[in-house]
């Protein structure tokens, strides 16, 4: 008897744990939750009606609206709504909500991939293989420009900088479910890697883990 391959990725804000993640579950055929964006979708609820980040009650109204089937990416993508997620990331009965939508779609039978703050900690303490990946903070605001850049946008790269790092204090400094390596997860430092390099890494470990038997 096999258990099915889930694979827990976490990592702080432009890591590079989403194109892993996205590259992992093509790679081995199973489905991929980016969590980050059902946080995403609770804020970007509350900025389109006007609300407040900290109104707890409308947030939870949010979360429990959350469609994992309808996640526009697109119009999550923005880097303001990253930020904002963030916020609305502290409310205990968020998360309690958006973890139950998270750990039914790592039930499924095939397996899956799931990226966030708290997938190998929170979401899936029980998954085959969980990764921490990181990176300097310098190399993720240089990676978060280009991405801006690359998408016709501009933005200045002091205040990127100072927004991935105060966002890297909010999700490692917040009293529920915050953002650490669990204590079986393997480190992957991506500040001199290619998307390849770190794929090829991940990829020997959930062999090895593979082999090893541990989704026995
Ligand atoms: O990964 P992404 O940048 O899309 O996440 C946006 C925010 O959502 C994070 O900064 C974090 O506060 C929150 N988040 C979380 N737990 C997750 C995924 C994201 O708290 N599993």
Excluded at 117 to 134: H, M, S
Aim: with cysteine; proline share 4%; glycine share 6%.
């Amino acid at each position: 008897m096999t258990r099915p391959l889930l694979i827990a990725i976490d990592g702080p804000a432009a890591s590079g744990k989403g194109t892993l993640a996205r590259r992992l579950a093509d790679y081995f055929h199973l489905p991929h939750l980016d969590t980050g964006l059902t946080y995403r979708a609770v804020a970007h609820m509350l900025m389109e009606k006007g609300w407040p980040l900290d109104d707890e009650a409308h947030a939870i109204e949010a979360a429990k609206l959350v469609d994992l089937g309808r996640l526009d990416k697109h119009a999550l993508s923005a880097h303001a709504v990253g930020d904002a997620a963030s916020r609305v990331a502290v409310i205990p009965e968020v998360r309690k909500i958006l973890v139950g939508k998270q750990r039914a779609f790592a039930r499924q039978p095939s397996g899956a991939v799931l990226d966030g703050r708290d997938i190998g900690t929170v979401v899936c303490p029980d998954a085959n293989v969980k990764l921490y990946v990181t990176a300097s903070a310098k190399v993720r605001a240089m990676r978060r420009l280009r991405d801006i850049e690359s998408r016709g946008g501009s933005a200045d790269f002091a205040e990127i900088l100072a927004d991935i790092e105060r966002r890297d204090a909010r999700d490692m400094g917040r009293e529920d479910s915050p953002l650490r390596p669990a204590e079986d997860a393997h480190l992957l430092d991506t500040s001199e890697m290619s998307i390849e390099t770190a794929f090829l890494a991940a990829k020997a470990l959930i062999d090895k883990a593979l082999s090893s038997g541990s989704t026995a």
